[in-house]
């Protein structure tokens, strides 16, 4: 029979959350922790990408999501079937906003529990990717600072007939967040590279002008307008 402490299993255990930077990337992760029962409620709180001063171009999000679930049934071979279900999801989406993702892991098997007592070790996963290109949906993520996620996650434990063998688990609920960039070269405004940011390159911001394009995106918002304009006219002149 199972005590109610382990009933209270753990369904993941906290990463120590940080980033780190590699090559043209940064990386943040984390994970989450809990307790088998109800849904609960998780806020991420993620570093938004600074383009610094339009020197790095943000080009892609890539949001990962893993789901690992453990379980282990153990029989005391004293006859019977039991039925056993545990499964573990995360539904990740923005804080107020629409949903970004789903996982989920999920074990069901029906034990016989005649003969010899033995024991039955349980794995599942799920991993879901998610890569945002789209300027509007890079746009939350730019900035000097945060994004903010809500994950619902629950842990669900069941045998059927109840309390007869032993049947627990635990799981690892975990993301990672990478941004992929461009950085800049050391004249960003001279646009057609000929070593000075004059006319021509003026001529090449007005022909982007309003549209996405990262060549003429000076400051990496998303958008050519007249913060761009600002910054070319700031560089105006040969390139140092």
Excluded: K
Excluded at 115 to 139: C, G, H, K, M, N
Excluded at 179 to 193: N, R, T
Aim: proline share 5%.
């Amino acid at each position: 029979m199972l005590t109610p402490f382990l009933r209270a299993v753990v369904l993941g255990f906290v990463l120590a959350a940080g980033a780190s930077t590699l090559a043209d990337t940064i990386v943040q992760e984390g994970g989450l922790s809990g307790e088998a029962g109800p849904p609960t409620e998780h806020l991420i709180v993620l570093d938004q990408f600074d383009s610094m001063d339009g020197t790095r171009i943000l080009n892609a999000v890539t949001l990962e999501f893993q789901t690992i679930l453990f379980a282990e049934a153990v029989t005391n071979g004293e006859g019977g079937f039991i039925h056993l279900y545990a499964s573990l999801s995360a539904d990740y989406s923005y804080l107020n906003g629409p949903l970004i993702a789903e996982t989920e892991a999920m074990i069901e098997d029906v034990v016989d529990n005649g003969d010899l007592p033995f024991s039955i070790l349980y794995l599942d996963e799920d991993l879901v990717t998610v890569e945002l290109v789209q300027p509007r949906d890079l746009a939350p993520w730019r900035g000097d600072g945060a994004v903010e996620l809500m994950a619902m996650a629950q842990m669900t434990l069941v045998d059927d007939p109840p309390d007869v063998i032993d049947f627990f688990g635990s799981g690892m609920v975990t993301y990672v967040v990478t941004y992929d960039y461009d950085v800049q070269p050391a004249c960003p405004a001279d646009l057609d590279g000929d070593g000075t940011v004059d006319g021509a390159d003026l001529g090449i911001l007005l022909s982007c002008w309003g549209g996405s394009g990262a060549e003429c995106d000076l400051d990496g918002d998303g958008s050519v307008d007249g913060a761009d304009l600002g910054l070319m006219l700031t560089a105006w002149g040969p390139c140092d």
